[in-house]
Antibody, heavy 120, light 108 residues
Framework: QVQLVQSGAEVKKPGASVKVSCKAS????????MHWVRQAPGQGLEWMGW????????NYAQKFQGWVTMTRDTSISTAYMELSRLRSDDTAVYYC?????????????WGQGTLVTVSS | AIQLTQSPSSLSASVGDRVTITCRAS??????LAWYQQKPGKAPKLLIY???SLESGVPSRFSGSGSGTDFTLTISSLQPEDFATYYC??????????FGPGTKVDIK
């Protein structure tokens, strides 16, 4: 069965970076785009960007360009999202989400979420 | 970027009620819209894609309609497990994706 398992909660200081991992299993990792979505406490969902696990190509939301980096390691079917220069308002749960197929960018499987807390 | 608005932002309903949630896009997106259900502390769950296609395993009491700029999610008979927050999401091209602000459905 398809599973996306994310790394554990992180506590970071302002200005630091965080790297969240998302390990995929149960399907061909390079056959589906992987997106990242975040949710601040009590708030809605915010799309951050995607990575093409086959080519490594990326596309980031304009808001995050220049301070988010999405990568992948196909040998271990894992996607990564790194956010730099953290601020307190980056405190959120970060989710990875798989697309339904190569062309349909709706998200049928999600990771369990990783809480990133930014506090001095 | 395409913006999505949802109405209402919250509603109270009883088990068995018919519930309708609306999502409006700032520009036409054809049928490139999905609906998700999210319960507290959990990841969102895909309910509807392509505006009206029911995701596998989702109960048939959920339905979606609309195209262009106006979309609707309907729950024909609300069940206890349906109390949650619902989000729409647009996918008009491969470069930019947006979620609506959400509609919280709670118990009257």
């Amino acid at each position: 069965q398809v599973q996306l398992v994310q790394s554990g909660a992180e506590v970071k200081k302002p200005g630091a970076s965080v790297k969240v991992s998302c390990k995929a299993s149960g399907y061909t990792f390079t056959g589906y785009y992987m997106h990242w979505v975040r949710q601040a406490p009590g708030q809605g969902l915010e799309w951050m960007g995607w990575i093409n696990p086959n080519s490594g190509g990326t596309n980031y939301a304009q808001k995050f360009q220049g301070w988010v980096t999405m990568t992948r390691d196909t040998s271990i079917s894992t996607a990564y999202m790194e956010l730099s220069r953290l601020r307190s308002d980056d405190t959120a749960v970060y989710y990875c989400a798989r697309t339904m197929n190569w062309n349909y960018h709706y998200f049928d499987y999600w990771g369990q979420g990783t809480l990133v807390t930014v506090s001095s | 970027a395409i913006q999505l608005t949802q109405s209402p932002s919250s509603l109270s309903a009883s088990v068995g009620d018919r519930v309708t949630i609306t999502c409006r896009a700032s520009q036409g997106i054809s049928s490139a819209l999905a609906w998700y259900q999210q319960k507290p502390g959990k990841a969102p769950k895909l309910l509807i894609y392509d505006a009206s296609s029911l995701e596998s395993g989702v109960p048939s009491r959920f339905s979606g309609s609309g195209s262009g700029t106006d979309f609707t999610l309907t729950i024909s008979s609300l069940q206890p497990e349906d109390f949650a927050t619902y989000y729409c999401q647009q996918f008009n091209n491969y470069l930019s994706f947006t979620f609506g602000p959400g509609t919280k459905v709670d118990i009257k």
